[in-house]
């Protein structure tokens, strides 16, 4: 199966660290949709934590704010997730998603692309 968007840049860091997580897609999708980062912990619902629209106005989960930063580069069709102070309780797997759906930006509804999700660990 063809994957359309790429997660990459998980991994294991200690309380206050910095990861930062890609999502590389094509220029179609890059252009057009909506891209957003979601996160799912053990036991939890699907949560929304950030979105950039193609005008590149970007939201924030009111958990990452001020801590969490996205960006899109144009010249490698790519979304980031830039992640400093990093809480154990930002621990999930991080999925990259994109859609063009008129929905709220943290609804999973207004996604249709999803890629395979990248493990983030936080340590105490």
Request: hydrophobic residues 30%; charged residues 20%; aromatic residues 12%.
């Amino acid at each position: 199966q063809v994957q359309l968007v790429v997660e990459s840049g998980g991994g294991s860091v200690q309380a206050g660290g910095s990861l930062r997580l890609s999502c590389a897609t094509s220029t179609y999708i890059y252009n057009n949709y909506r891209m957003a980062w979601f996160r799912q912990a053990p036991g939890k619902e699907r949560e929304g934590v950030a979105a950039v629209d193609t005008f590149g106005m970007v939201r924030y989960a009111e958990s990452v704010k001020g801590r969490f930063t996205s960006s899109k580069d144009k010249s490698k069709n790519t979304l980031y997730l830039q992640m400093d102070s990093l809480k154990p309780e930002d621990t999930a797997i991080y999925f990259c998603a994109a859609g063009r759906s008129g929905r709220t930006w943290e609804d999973t509804l207004t996604y249709n692309i999803w890629g395979q999700g990248t493990q983030v660990t936080v340590s105490s």
